[in-house]
């Protein structure tokens, strides 16, 4: 019985590697191992901001949605806190959105978490 060899497989799996690798500079596109190594990086790196990519965007809509807020007298932790009282449930994405595009319909919603604020304890 002759000894089996990966050969074909072997090559198949270099070529899908260096085509991932390509555009890389130097022997990171050139070498095996250091090709695989820098594709193994990038991958996990893709991997991470993905989801970075995620909070990133988030936080970005909490500053427009602050500084929305501030401008018409209130934060933006008491905005959320009496939208949240009211039962109101639109996601911040779209809050921003609104508050960039439709500033009556963000007035309103300002009004709403005014009028559920909670009674502020004396001091």
């Not at 990038?42 to 602050?66: E, P």
């Not at 008491?78 to 500033?103: E, H, P, W, Y």
Request: proline fraction near 2%; aromatic fraction near 8%; charged fraction near 30%.
């Amino acid at each position: 019985m002759p000894r089996a060899r990966s050969g074909a497989a072997r090559h198949r799996r270099k070529v899908r590697l260096f085509r991932a690798a390509k555009g890389y500079r130097g022997g990171r596109s050139k070498l095996y191992r250091t090709a695989k190594e820098a594709v193994m990086r990038a991958r996990a790196t893709a991997y991470h901001d993905r989801r970075a990519k995620k909070r990133t965007f988030r936080s970005l809509w909490v500053m427009r949605l602050n500084a929305a807020c501030r401008e018409r007298g209130i934060n933006y932790s008491c905005f959320i806190a009496g939208l949240t009282r009211a039962s109101v449930i639109v996601n911040r994405k779209v809050m921003a959105q609104i508050a960039i595009d439709d500033t009556a319909g963000f007035d309103a919603l300002v009004e709403i978490a005014k009028a559920n604020q909670p009674a502020k304890a004396a001091a």
